[in-house]
């Protein structure tokens, strides 16, 4: 009989406090480290992460969560399904990167959200010719690391059900559910290896079951996992869900043998206690968020938890999901004010609540009262605090919105628009160049006060320069000013906007060695003086070409933001609109005549069931509408959006009725385009060329035969040429000569207009 546990996380973040994987990576890439050194980094962060866990109090820890890069990777590259191309890489670990991130001859895997995250995950690609083989050395290995330094270990997986429902079909039709039965003995052989290696639980995550999933993939999984708890060499089997309730997969699971169920119930709605099959599960009930940074009201919580007493076989505390979404630890934010700091919990500070409330259950609410109550007083002075109410901006939105949201009809705006005399196939690039060690250095520089605002400026104004020179020498037509000013595009904006607090490092994982720092959104929302229009016209008034003034759209600054969740995300989002809205009239009045209002983020926050999908569509449509209302139809709003699957959003993107959007397209090959000429899309686009992600310069031939594509499903007056996303993360050489050869293949496509 496996011991039950009562306190544990679904997950664990991997990056490292000071970020030290994502520099180890890329110093393996640079060449200035070996894969022995970069290994031994992650050992050495998984060994911390999982001491302070267990003296926190944890009695089952999450093993292999880890990841150099992501999780859906690893378990491609477990099950052995890593793309034909990369077969040929001698090196293991060259290998996995080069699927990753592509190399000078192999181009990389797609990448999308994770769910409604702002996490990317590398899609995998499955077609006839894949052969899964189990390659167990990942799991195996870091559950011995653990075994070897005491740790209650529980080793993790993706589960089959989910590695294919986010797998993408190649050469090939039918779902690749079909394909299950060629994964189960892979599993199986899995599970029958770990319980040898000691382990007694093994969590296998499905979190595609908490989407909108048909009977028959419901029978699917229900089928699957009573074959793998008939197994007689095993451990016991939690399946974890998160993002969402599991509705109808709930009970079918609950039928299995399987030993455990992990419900969110956080973002789900789950009601465990109705499913007779529970009574004879061991429950881990996710009750404290792990997505987002507020303190628990443990209260409450503790009330959830009391109501499951009786209608499961057991019951343990956990995270609503994997804490890789948040921080690590407050410890680390010496400029919070109070009571802000009180308002908080990041990973750390959540796996606390998990202990505490698994403590009220098993020695009662006395033995953790002070907790509790220090938790109440912090929940309640947020709901008391004047900076969430502010009445005079509740009264300007809604004066706002009681109105039509939007602007001119298409055609009017295009006639205004043609004075601003651009050629046929404009060629632009999105928005930040190259963060260079210069810029970087300055930034620190002014942080540690060891330059004046005036000497940042005047260097911030030497790259700007030198950017505007850059884009006047390649031949390009509409310029940005590079971005040099800015850390992030949203936080920069958090900083000057009220209502925002920036974190000194709060880094979570966006995606391989990408980190960022979310900002908070606490409280109303205004914006004290303009953000960017001092930059913006300074590179204007280095060039005749029109410089586009670039802002970050209010769907995006939710999503990338740690949000307040004591109101609707519709009203917040129509207050960031507002104030983004002023900023496009501050720029319009001083002369910019092209405005990008990015929302990469739109596909992002879709709820995951149908039901809830057109409200939100319907406020986040809403949100940028106002924002870009308040100029005159000769401005030219752009927007953009960039990795996500675009096909359940497609007739949201033309309710934006942006004049110009770009987009992410080059890794699926223009698929875009024909799913928005299906709903009617007939503004300007401009489809992405060359994927940034990855450090290859695409030839000119590769980009002409891109645009070809692309002028097959749209007409060359409404096409733009551009790269799929911003080069901040970009080298200066490798960006020079990528744009070097998007504007020489945009030249001959042009020739034979």
């Known amino acids: 009989m496996n011991t039950t546990f009562t306190a544990t996380v679904l997950g664990s973040p991997r990056i490292g406090p000071r970020r030290e994987l994502k520099k180890a990576v890329e110093a393996y890439w640079a060449g200035r480290i070996d894969a022995d050194e970069l290994l031994a980094t992650g050992a050495a962060l998984r060994a911390d992460m999982w001491s ?42 060259d290998r996995y990167f080069a699927a990753a991130r592509g190399n000078d001859t192999v181009a990389p895997l797609e990448m999308t959200k994770w769910f409604d995250t702002n996490y990317h995950y590398l899609v995998p690609e499955i077609s006839p010719q894949t052969r899964f083989a189990l390659d167990p050395s990942k799991p195996l290995g870091e559950l011995a690391e653990a075994r070897a330094q005491g740790v209650p270990a529980r080793p993790v997986v993706i589960g089959p059900v989910t590695f294919l429902l986010l797998s993408k079909q190649v050469d090939a039709s039918g779902p690749l559910l079909d394909r299950i039965d060629e994964l189960l003995p892979l599993y199986a052989e899995l599970l029958g290896l770990l319980a040898e290696a000691g382990a007694e639980w093994v969590q296998i995550d499905e979190p595609a079951l908490v989407g909108d999933r048909t009977d028959d993939e419901i029978a699917v999984a229900r089928r699957i996992y009573d074959e793998l708890a008939a197994l007689t060499q095993r451990p016991a089997i939690l399946v974890a869900s998160y993002f969402g309730s599991l509705g109808d997969a709930l009970p079918a699971l609950a039928a299995t043998g399987i030993e455990g169920i992990a419900v969110d119930l956080v973002a789900g709605s789950d009601a465990p206690a109705w499913v007779p099959g529970l009574a004879r599960k061991h429950v881990v009930a996710g009750v404290v968020d792990g997505r987002n940074v507020w303190r628990t009201d443990l209260e409450a919580a503790l009330g959830t938890l009391v109501t499951l007493l009786g209608s499961v076989g057991s019951l343990a505390v956990s995270t609503s999901c994997s804490l890789l979404h948040v921080p690590y630890t407050l410890e680390a934010e010496s400029g919070l004010e109070e009571p802000l700091r009180s308002w908080l919990a990041f990973g750390a500070e959540k796996t606390g609540e998990v202990v505490t409330l698994a403590t009220a259950l098993s020695r009662g609410r006395d033995a953790v009262a002070g907790a509790v109550e220090a938790g109440g007083s912090a929940v309640r002075s947020r709901r008391e605090d004047p900076r969430l109410h502010d009445e005079t901006l509740r009264a300007r939105i809604d004066a706002l919105t009681s109105g039509t949201r939007g602007r001119s009809e298409a055609d009017v705006r295009r006639r205004a628009q043609q004075g601003l005399g651009l050629p046929v196939l404009p060629t632009t690039t999105i928005g930040s160049y190259p963060q260079t060690r210069e810029i970087r250095l300055a930034r620190a520089a002014l942080r540690k006060g060891e330059i004046d605002q005036a000497e940042y400026l005047r260097r911030m104004r030497s790259e700007i320069g030198d950017v505007v020179a850059l884009q006047e020498e390649l031949g390009l037509d509409v310029l940005v000013h590079g971005e040099p000013e800015r850390n992030d595009m949203v936080q920069y904006f958090a900083e000057q906007l009220d209502g925002f607090f920036a974190t000194q490092n709060g880094w979570v994982q966006s995606y391989g060695s990408r980190c960022v720092r979310p900002p908070i959104l606490y409280g109303d929302v205004r914006r004290p003086s303009p953000m960017t229009t001092e930059w913006i016209t300074y590179a204007q008034s280095l060039t005749g070409k029109p410089v586009k003034g670039m802002l970050t759209g209010p769907v995006t600054i939710l999503a990338w933001s740690f949000v307040r969740d004591d109101q609707p995300l519709a009203e917040t989002a129509d207050q960031v609109a507002l104030a983004i809205r002023d900023e496009t009239v501050d720029l319009q009045a001083a002369g910019i005549r092209i405005i990008q209002v990015d929302e990469p983020a739109l596909r992002e926050l879709l709820p995951l069931r149908a039901a809830e999908q057109q409200a939100y569509l319907d406020w986040a449509v809403g949100a940028f509408r106002l ?16 990795y996500s699957e675009f096909g359940q959003v497609i007739g949201a993107i033309a309710g934006l009725d942006a004049d110009v959007t770009s987009i992410e397209a080059a890794r699926s090959h223009m698929e875009v385009l024909g799913d928005l000429n299906e709903v009617g899309f007939d503004l300007g686009v401009g489809p992405g060329v060359y994927d940034i992600h990855s450090p290859r310069v695409p030839g000119v031939d590769e980009i002409e035969e891109l645009l070809k594509e692309a002028l097959a499903a749209v007409p060359a007056e409404r096409l733009w040429v551009n790269p799929d996303c911003g080069l901040k993360t970009r080298g200066t050489e490798e960006t020079t000569a990528s744009l070097r050869n998007l504007v020489e293949a945009t030249r001959r496509v042009r020739a034979r207009l």
């Open 627 to 642: 924002a870009t209302s308040g100029v005159a139809d000769s401005t030219q709003i752009h927007t953009h959006l960039c």
């Open 52 to 93: 302070q866990q267990r003296a926190a109090g944890l009695d089952s820890i999450p093993v292999g969560t880890f990841s150099l890069y992501d999780q859906v990777l690893d378990t491609a590259a477990m099950l052995g399904a890593l793309p034909e191309r990369v077969a040929g890489i001698a090196d293991p670990l």
